[in-house]
């Protein structure tokens, strides 16, 4: 069952800037971190201690006031723990690896040192006053009996937990089964954060969300390490859409967050993205366009405003008829259009690539044309 109260962590900002190749600038972590609260999500995370940039960054958005929405992501370190407190942060999300295979050829720790250390540190970041929520790296790789008792052994002392599918290894099925005995089995808000290395990070985070998922983790337009994570802008389209579930989000401001970090990022969005690429609301098809221009329901699945954008007519080797009485009207007999769609057809041809409106209305400006 979904939650009533669905929250949304914007990974964007510390996740989505670990995908190499991407550095974004303070001003524009700035303007990125309104857009997303304006939108709606409910939790930003930073990871202050990697450059002197992004601890001063921090420290002035939390005298600023940011301190409900964005956290510290803090790995199990005395010394970083009181860095967070020095900068101003309430809230901290700390974090180590549960899977035997990290413990043992990356920590060097047994299980239970990990759980002590765990605990060690919880403790004394909530003696100053630090509200903790805790992700465990790699757990989808990790013993479920180690898993299950690590976080109950947290119960009370955290706000939530997120299980972190690190390698993006598990099957919408396996998620949700995954999800549904972690809430079965502990008494902690439970989350998910989700990899995409073979392209189920969107699917897998439905999946956990249906099964009873408190909290989803999430970037926008998907960036992040390796092949990057969920992407938030599918996960509450498909939400709305396919599960009928609104959250309290401004989703006309989507389009806007996706391309200001597809801006900032460097990071190009594929052009058949879901949602927010090029081509999510484009039609080139002669009997797509046809269809559309009938009823848009036809071939769009929801109004492309609902998201802040708008649907393209194209122009191609695949177009018909019915595209160029789109552009114009009663202008031209049947007979002249069709003999301007063969020019269009060739032209598109000749060019290898499709032609937008302005293209096709200055090759037939004042009614002349190649007949």
């Known amino acids: 069952m979904i939650k009533d109260e669905l929250l949304i962590y914007d990974t964007t900002l510390r996740d989505g800037e670990q995908m190499p190749g991407v550095v974004f600038s303070l001003d524009q972590k700035r303007k990125l971190i309104d857009k997303s609260l304006n939108f709606g999500v409910d939790i930003i995370d930073l990871m202050p201690f990697v450059s002197e940039s992004e601890m001063r960054l921090a420290e002035n958005l939390m005298n600023e006031g940011y301190q409900k929405k964005i956290i510290s992501a803090t790995p199990l370190k005395k010394d970083f723990i009181d860095k967070a407190k020095k900068i101003g942060f309430e809230k901290l999300i700390m974090f180590t690896s549960v899977s035997d295979i990290h413990l043992k050829k990356k920590l060097n720790l047994s299980r239970e040192e990990n759980l002590e250390k765990t605990l060690r540190l919880i403790d004394y970041a909530r003696n100053i006053d630090l509200n903790i929520a805790f992700a465990g790296e790699d757990s989808t790789r990790a013993d479920?009996?180690?898993?299950?008792?690590?976080?109950?052994?947290?119960?009370?002392?955290?706000?939530?937990?997120?299980?972190?599918?690190?390698?993006?290894?598990l099957t919408p099925n396996e998620t949700y089964e995954f999800i549904k005995m972690l809430k079965n089995e502990t008494d902690s808000k439970i989350?998910?954060?989700?990899?995409n290395d073979l392209?189920?990070?969107?699917?897998?985070?439905?999946?956990?969300?249906?099964?009873?998922?408190?909290?989803?983790?999430?970037?926008f337009t998907g960036i992040g390490e390796r092949c990057g994570n969920a992407s938030i802008e599918e996960v509450v389209m498909s939400l709305l859409i396919q599960y009928d579930k609104k959250l309290n989000l401004k989703y006309d401001k989507l389009t806007s967050i996706c391309n200001k970090v597809e801006e900032y990022s460097g990071i190009k969005m594929q052009r058949h993205k879901a949602v927010c690429g090029e081509n999510a609301f484009s039609h080139e098809s002669g009997l797509h366009v046809d269809g559309v221009l009938k009823d848009p329901l036809n071939y769009e699945i929801y109004n492309p405003e609902i998201i802040g954008r708008k649907r393209k007519i194209l122009f191609g080797k695949h177009s018909g008829v019915s595209s160029l009485k789109y552009l114009f009207g009663d202008k031209f007999s049947n007979e002249e259009y069709?003999?301007?769609?063969?020019?269009?057809?060739?032209?598109?041809?000749?060019?290898?690539r499709t032609l937008f409106e302005f293209e096709v209305k200055r090759m037939f400006e004042n009614g002349a044309f190649e007949k």
């Not at 002392?157 to 690190?166: A, M, S």
């Open 191 to 195: 989350g998910l954060h989700c990899h």
């Open 199 to 219: 392209g189920q990070a969107t699917a897998n985070t439905l999946a956990g969300i249906v099964a009873g998922a408190d909290i989803f983790s999430g970037t």
């Open 338 to 352: 069709s003999s301007m769609l063969k020019q269009v057809k060739e032209f598109a041809e000749l060019k290898k």
């Open 144 to 169: 479920i009996s180690y898993l299950i008792d690590f976080i109950n052994s947290l119960n009370g002392k955290i706000d939530y937990f997120l299980p972190c599918d690190t390698l993006g290894i």
